[in-house]
């Protein structure tokens, strides 16, 4: 064996072992109040998964975060703290579409485990996550009727871009179809293409189903030019406005604030970012 690889392996392996001694130490000292880490929400995943709720091919996640602590076990807390590193339970909020239903989930990442588990039956639905409005964005172009509107309009697909809105509130109603709206723009040589809509179509897509429910060309419009659109600074020539005048400030005894983690401290206030 070579004794100077040896010799690197092992400050090599002294130098990850006390980088994840220290990664583990740091997480036992953490705020009651810090946001989930990614390794927590993975964890929340995972356990979700693991669940009933693992074999449905249309389970997505729409919202993963802390289930804080009431305010008065967070001050007890507070109050012990420097003595007692250690942090409450860790507790998440998950809310998850599974089978056409919401559901929301209350997940112990400490001991691994569902607390509970309620579908919601209230009005509303959970806001769309990355992963459908890819996919929803996606079915025009797979659409004929869509594909006859652009070249209507003497386009080329390729310099159209379609992205997702919500349909709206209308008040509170008994849940029907989770649905959304798709709009479309032109790009071309402009990366600003909400300046260049295809005005007169309409597409509307059921969330739960993946397809177009509703289409409608009711109109062609002329679609805007893309001259003096692009609001990058390399497709503007100078000079680009006033300069501004020099600031500067000036601490001569120091910063009057401490951060710490998520927590911000100053003169005799504390306060926390979740």
Same mark, same amino acid.
């Given at each position: 064996? =070579?004794?100077?690889?040896?010799?690197?392996?092992?400050?090599?392996?002294?130098?990850?072992?006390?980088?994840?001694?220290?990664?583990? %130490?740091a997480?036992s000292y953490?705020?009651?109040? $810090?946001?989930?880490?990614?390794?927590?929400?993975?964890?929340?995943? =995972? #356990? #979700?998964k693991?669940?009933? @709720?693992?074999?449905?091919?249309?389970?997505?996640?729409?919202?993963?975060?802390?289930?804080?602590?009431?305010?008065? $076990?967070?001050?007890?807390?507070?109050?012990?703290?420097?003595? =007692?590193?250690?942090?409450?339970?860790?507790?998440?909020?998950?809310?998850?579409?599974?089978?056409?239903?919401?559901?929301?989930? *209350?997940?112990?990442?400490?001991?691994?485990?569902? %607390?509970?588990d309620?579908? *919601?039956?209230?009005f509303? *639905?959970?806001?769309?996550?990355?992963?459908?409005?890819?996919?929803?964005?996606a @079915?025009?172009?797979? *659409?004929p009727?869509?594909?006859?509107?652009?070249?209507?309009?003497?386009?080329?697909?390729? $310099?159209?871009?379609?992205?997702?809105?919500?349909?709206?509130?209308?008040?509170?109603r008994?849940?029907?179809?989770?649905?959304?709206k798709?709009?479309?723009? @032109?790009?071309g040589d402009?990366v600003?293409f909400?300046?260049?809509?295809?005005?007169?179509?309409?597409?509307?897509? $059921? @969330?739960?189903?993946?397809? #177009?429910?509703?289409?409608?060309?009711?109109?062609?419009?002329?679609?805007?030019?893309?001259t003096?659109t692009?609001?990058?600074?390399?497709?503007?020539?100078?000079?680009?406005?006033p300069?501004?005048?020099?600031?500067?400030?000036?601490?001569?005894?120091?910063?009057?604030?401490?951060?710490?983690?998520?927590?911000?401290r100053?003169?005799?206030?504390?306060?926390?970012?979740?």
């Amino acid at each position: 064996m =070579n004794p100077q690889l040896s010799s690197s392996s092992f400050l090599v392996f002294v130098f990850v072992f006390v980088f994840l001694h220290s990664l583990k %130490v740091a997480s036992s000292y953490c705020h009651p109040l $810090d946001p989930l880490t990614p390794s927590e929400i993975s964890v929340v995943s =995972n #356990i #979700i998964k693991s669940s009933h @709720l693992g074999s449905s091919k249309s389970l997505s996640f729409h919202y993963v975060g802390l289930d804080e602590l009431d305010k008065p $076990d967070v001050l007890a807390w507070a109050s012990t703290h420097r003595w =007692n590193k250690a942090s409450p339970p860790r507790r998440a909020f998950a809310i998850v579409r599974s089978e056409k239903k919401t559901h929301e989930i *209350y997940v112990d990442i400490t001991n691994h485990s569902i %607390v509970s588990d309620k579908v *919601y039956e209230g009005f509303g *639905y959970p806001m769309m996550n990355f992963e459908e409005q890819v996919a929803a964005s996606a @079915l025009p172009f797979d *659409y004929p009727p869509f594909v006859e509107s652009v070249k209507k309009r003497g386009l080329e697909p390729e $310099d159209v871009v379609c992205t997702t809105f919500s349909v709206g509130w209308f008040g509170e109603r008994k849940q029907g179809r989770r649905l959304l709206k798709i709009l479309c723009f @032109l790009t071309g040589d402009t990366v600003n293409f909400y300046a260049r809509p295809l005005e007169g179509v309409t597409v509307v897509v $059921d @969330l739960d189903a993946m397809e #177009i429910v509703e289409y409608e060309d009711r109109m062609v419009v002329p679609v805007p030019g893309s001259t003096g659109t692009d609001y990058r600074a390399a497709k503007q020539k100078p000079p680009l406005g006033p300069r501004t005048k020099p600031g500067i400030i000036v601490q001569p005894e120091g910063k009057g604030f401490e951060v710490d983690g998520h927590t911000i401290r100053w003169v005799n206030w504390e306060f926390h970012l979740g």
